[in-house]
């Protein structure tokens, strides 16, 4: 497989996939492009702190996608679309999920 190096675009729309364990939380953003296929925009992880590995598994989903979010906020903050959110069950997240 050959991987193609695509310049971002902000008018395309974007996807923040998160997943955690009981020691770590990982975030990827895929953008999707004109060959409908996500590619992948950015990566991050971070181990759990102490206190934060007795959280729930909800909190911690919900902490990995604020984690993804400030870490990647340079390249979503002038995003033309709604950003896509999936968390590790696979169920889209959205803006009523995070206010609650």
Not at 1 to 16: A, G, K, R
Not at 20 to 39: E, I, M, N, P, R
Not at 71 to 96: Q, Y
């Amino acid at each position: 497989m050959t991987h193609i190096l695509i310049q971002l675009n902000q008018e395309s729309h974007f996807q923040l996939e998160t997943d955690v364990s009981s020691y770590a939380t990982g975030v990827v953003l895929s953008q999707l492009c004109d060959d409908d296929k996500w590619h992948l925009r950015g990566f991050t992880s971070k181990s759990l702190t102490k206190g934060e590995r007795n959280y729930v598994i909800h909190e911690k989903e919900l902490l990995s996608v604020i984690r993804g979010l400030e870490e990647l906020r340079h390249i979503l903050v002038r995003a033309k679309h709604m950003i896509e959110i999936l968390m590790t069950t696979g169920t889209s997240c959205t803006s009523r999920h995070l206010r609650t």
